[in-house]
């Protein structure tokens, strides 16, 4: 294990311990160490095929670790836990086709222990959250992509998740839609208070969104940098990537991707 990683984290809610994980002789995951505190916005980024999906279904209890253990709020975790909700990235198949929007994430809740109304109530609410409170009654094959994928969202936050992990939410929506829904994203988790994990390849979004980004480097996969994100609560889509200390952070990233050591230049604490 990484000692650097756990130092000095008082408000822990998930806790990655040595997590390795094989398919068959082939080794994916080497003793990753990570740390989620409350209330935080970490974005977990590597190249594609480091495992950073195989990651997310280990921290959600979909698939369990060959080795090391994942701790949510101090309890082990072997099945998704009930103050865990997950967004995939392909959206078109995470929504039924037969059913409205609503009855998507009213049906959600039906492993709930709410009854008829309150799982009515809760799903109006998800839905109004994300801009979804006027179309209610639409399936998902006459919503865009964009709208599909915030219908998503609005059935993961009905669970009133304590978090939520995502795994590429917006990798298959074009650009201008990912950007408004990376800003509803920090919008809700502001406004919400949820911790947010959140899987993705690009660089520049891991950045804009997080308040820390974990790198990945190749396989066998291991945290190969922590980079804090000083960039305040509050960001913008223009003047926020137009900060010096965005484009600092962001080739920081992108040399720890690339198994190269940080210069001076990337003079970011981590
Ligand atoms: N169920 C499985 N059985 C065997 N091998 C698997 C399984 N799931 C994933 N893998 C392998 O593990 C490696 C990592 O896959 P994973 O999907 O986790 O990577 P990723 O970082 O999410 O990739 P991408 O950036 O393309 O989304 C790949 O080589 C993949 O073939
Ligand atoms: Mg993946």
Not at 119 to 136: I, K, S
């Amino acid at each position: 294990m990484n000692p650097s990683v756990n130092a000095g984290h008082p408000g822990v809610l998930l806790n990655v311990q040595g997590l390795s994980k094989k398919y068959g002789d082939r080794e994916i995951l080497r003793e990753l160490d990570l740390i989620v505190e409350s209330g935080e916005f970490v974005c977990i980024v590597g190249p594609s095929g480091a495992g950073k999906t195989t990651l997310l279904q280990c921290l959600s209890g979909l698939s369990a670790p060959t080795a090391g253990r994942v701790v949510l709020n101090g309890r082990e975790i072997h099945e998704t836990p009930p103050e865990m909700a997950i967004v995939f990235q392909d959206y078109s198949r995470s929504l039924m086709p037969w059913l409205s929007v609503l009855d998507n994430v009213t049906v959600a809740l039906r492993s709930t222990k709410l009854n008829k109304q309150a799982r009515h109530e809760r799903a109006v609410a998800a839905l109004t959250e994300v801009g979804l409170g006027d179309h209610l009654a639409l399936y998902p094959w006459q919503m865009s992509g964009g709208m599909q994928q915030r219908a998503a969202i609005a059935r993961a936050l009905a669970y009133q998740p304590e978090i939520v992990l995502m795994d590429e939410p917006f990798a298959s929506v074009d650009a201008q839609t990912r950007a408004d829904l990376e800003d509803l994203t920090l919008a809700l988790k502001n406004h919400l208070g949820i911790t947010v994990v959140l899987v993705t390849h690009d660089i520049d979004e891991a950045v804009y969104l997080a308040d820390r980004v974990v790198v990945l480097g190749n396989r066998p996969t291991q945290v190969v940098d922590i980079v804090e994100v000083e960039l305040g609560a509050q960001r913008d889509q223009i003047s926020t990537k137009a900060d010096p200390k965005f484009s600092s952070l962001r080739s920081r990233v992108y040399r720890g991707i690339r198994g190269e050591a940080p210069t001076a230049a990337d003079a970011v604490e981590g």
